[in-house]
């Protein structure tokens, strides 16, 4: 089976914020993105590009958003947060134990990224239990499902990818790669024709275009 292999078309380019360090975690909530940065989750506006509000939490890998609340990576566990008033009303242990990285929200659960294990979980958001392991052939840094089709970022030495995969086998079907030395830590779509891709110790997030199906 062929792969599709194109480079990534980045459109923008947002921060690096003050303050605001590195970037792990990414998600959307319809409206704006949301960046964690290690300290803080900050919310970004996609159209300016300024923050517009910061929840102080740890913040050192991946982030998801239900619809409702966001989920936040915090070392060993997986917070559940207000976004309006930045409380945890929920905690879970997250399955790799301090080694996870991506985050994601589809279908009820949540999709977590194992950097080192190449793997995807899906679990309950409820308990963390384990519902189901995907492999993959590279580290697994974010994660994202848009349109059915489930994608994760990957940074291995100094080459990074957007690659969309079959959720059955991991096997690889699409592969966007970045720029030689642009690194890919979070990922999340907006739902419609970007990606947003943390970059690390780069401390700012591009927009990718998502490529449309011929």
Known sequence: MSIETQ??????????FEDGGKIAGVTHDGTQ??????????AIDPASGEPRQRI??????????????????AEARI????PASGAVVASIPAPGRGGDSGLAWADGSL?????????????????????RTIESNRFVTGVTWVDGELWHGTWED?????????????????RL??????????????????????????????????????
Do not use: C, N
């Not at 480079?7 to 690096?16: F, L, S």
């Not at 999709?111 to 519902?131: L, N, S």
């Open 7 to 16: 480079a990534a078309e980045i459109v923008r380019e947002y921060g690096p």
């Open 33 to 42: 993105i949301w960046a964690a940065t290690g300290p803080a989750l900050l």
């Open 111 to 131: 999709w977590v990224g194992q950097y080192r294990e190449r793997r995807i979980y899906q679990i309950d958001p409820a308990t963390g239990a384990i519902r």
């Open 158 to 174: 100094d080459a990074s990818e957007i690659r969309r995969i079959d959720p059955a086998d991991g096997s690889v079907l699409e």
């Open 56 to 73: 102080e939490h740890p913040a050192d890998a991946g982030t998801a958003f239900d619809g409702r609340h966001l989920y936040q990576i």
């Open 177 to 214: 790669q970045m720029p030689p030395g642009t690194g890919v830590s979070g990922l999340e779509s907006d739902g419609a024709d970007l990606f947003y891709a943390g970059g690390g110790d780069s401390g700012v997030v591009r927009a990718v275009r998502r490529p449309r199906r011929r």
């Open 79 to 82: 917070d559940k947060i207000d």
